[in-house]
């Protein structure tokens, strides 16, 4: 059973860096054909795609969000982490990690972490 797991801080005042971290289990990060993402939801949207650490260590970001996110991994605790520069109150959100194939017969998101709500105030 693979399962994800968010931790960081539920509240980040503004121009800080936010900073949470997705722990994998069953399921290594470096396994052939999937990419593991971060994605958020806005109070009273929708979800938003963030960034993702693809399974050979590159990675790719949402444009609109590229110049203040990064995203990296550890193989060796089967994590990869989300870092998100000079926050405002509107990067205040509910942020999952999760996971989707890359290949047709599995490019959809199959398991996605609970959740974590971030809080942006100072």
């Known amino acids: ?3 994800l797991q968010e931790s960081g801080p539920g509240l980040v005042k503004p121009s800080q860096t936010l900073s949470l971290t997705c722990t994998v289990s069953g399921a290594s ?3 052939d054909y999937y990419i593991w993402s971060w994605i958020r939801q806005p109070p009273g949207k929708g979800l938003e795609w963030m960034g993702a650490s693809h399974y050979s260590g590159s990675t790719r970001y949402r ?4 110049s203040r996110t990064s995203i990296s991994r550890d193989t060796t605790k089967n994590q990869f982490t989300l870092q998100l520069s000079s926050v ?6 509910v942020y999952y990690c999760a996971r989707r194939g890359t290949r047709a017969a599995n490019f959809y998101y199959d398991y996605w972490g609970q959740g974590t709500q971030v809080t942006v105030s100072s």
């Open 88 to 93: 405002t109150p509107e990067d205040a959100a």
């Open 29 to 31: 990060i470096t396994t």
């Open 1 to 3: 059973q693979v399962q």
């Open 63 to 66: 444009p609109s969000l590229k």
